[in-house]
């Protein structure tokens, strides 16, 4: 599996989510590094598990502020490989992310205007494009109306006829809150239903037992962020899933 080590970044700093209210987020407690600057974290991350690709929630720009380009700019230089949610809302708004070095760009359904907009951007960004079914408590997040109020299945099955190949199951409520990812079912159903898809499931990993699970349902992929920094999963039980 592609194991994606996430950032979330508010206010500059790297922040422990919790349960996806971004409102009680405080700046993370890591038993990898006492810093809360993300190049320290990226990179004390990367000294302990040798992962250089990261996940980077913007949570400023996913609220409505100008992305944090100069970030990414920074990371980039460090080395590391980038995938991005800035809160992108129209296909447009992702030209200036890849333009400045960001690897891979997420669509996700909180922000994102429809699924016209998705379509458009699968056909300018194609391989560089993830597309995040963003959910809380199972339901999905975002402009309801533009996929016809449909369940998360149903998003998904609209965001794969847009053209995706990649995509992020994520339920917000799970995040932080030691409950596991919550989202199996889906992602065994989606394994079987398109198996040309790359499935990434995040939100709420706890330890090896949770990523063999998630392997098992057909995930190739998965973000992490408390697992790693809470030390509950070693170098030798990651690198049984590293690809």
């Known amino acids: 599996m592609r194991i994606l080590?996430?950032?979330?970044?508010?206010?500059g700093l790297v922040v422990r989510g919790i349960g996806?209210?971004?409102?009680?987020y405080r700046p993370i407690v890591s038993r990898l590094t006492q810093s809360t600057v993300p190049l320290d974290v990226a990179r004390a991350i990367?000294?302990?598990?040798?992962?250089?690709?990261?996940y980077l929630a913007d949570l400023d720009a996913i609220s409505g502020s100008?992305?944090?380009?100069?970030l990414y700019a920074q990371l980039c230089a460090a080395g590391f490989q980038l995938?991005?949610?800035a809160g992108l809302g129209v296909a447009d708004d992702?030209?200036?992310?890849?333009?400045?070095?960001?690897?891979?760009v997420v669509f996700g359904l909180e922000t994102l205007q429809g699924p016209a907009e998705l379509a458009a951007a699968c056909k300018r960004h194609d391989n560089r494009l993830i597309f995040s079914l963003d959910?809380?408590?199972?339901?999905?997040?975002?402009?309801?109306?533009?996929?016809?109020?449909?369940?998360?299945?149903?998003v998904a099955e609209q965001a794969v006829a847009a053209g995706v190949r990649r995509i992020i199951l994520l339920d917000l409520a799970r995040v932080g809150v030691g409950r596991g990812v919550g989202t199996e079912d889906l992602c065994r159903g989606l394994a079987r239903s398109y198996p040309d898809m790359e499935i990434?499931?995040?939100?709420?990993?706890?330890?090896y037992d949770d990523l063999r699970r998630l392997q098992d349902c057909g995930v190739q992929g998965v973000l992490v962020a408390s697992v790693l920094h809470d030390r509950r999963i070693t170098v030798q039980q990651l690198c049984e899933f590293l690809r």
């Open 200 to 207: 990434i499931a995040g939100g709420g990993v706890r330890d």
């Open 46 to 54: 990367q000294s302990e598990y040798g992962l250089s690709s990261l």
């Open 5 to 11: 080590p996430v950032l979330d970044i508010l206010g």
């Open 66 to 70: 100008l992305p944090a380009f100069s």
């Open 83 to 85: 995938c991005v949610d």
């Open 94 to 104: 992702a030209e200036p992310l890849i333009d400045g070095g960001v690897e891979q």
């Open 135 to 154: 959910m809380r408590d199972g339901e999905p997040l975002g402009n309801r109306d533009s996929w016809n109020h449909g369940d998360a299945l149903s």
């Open 20 to 24: 996806g209210r971004r409102h009680e």
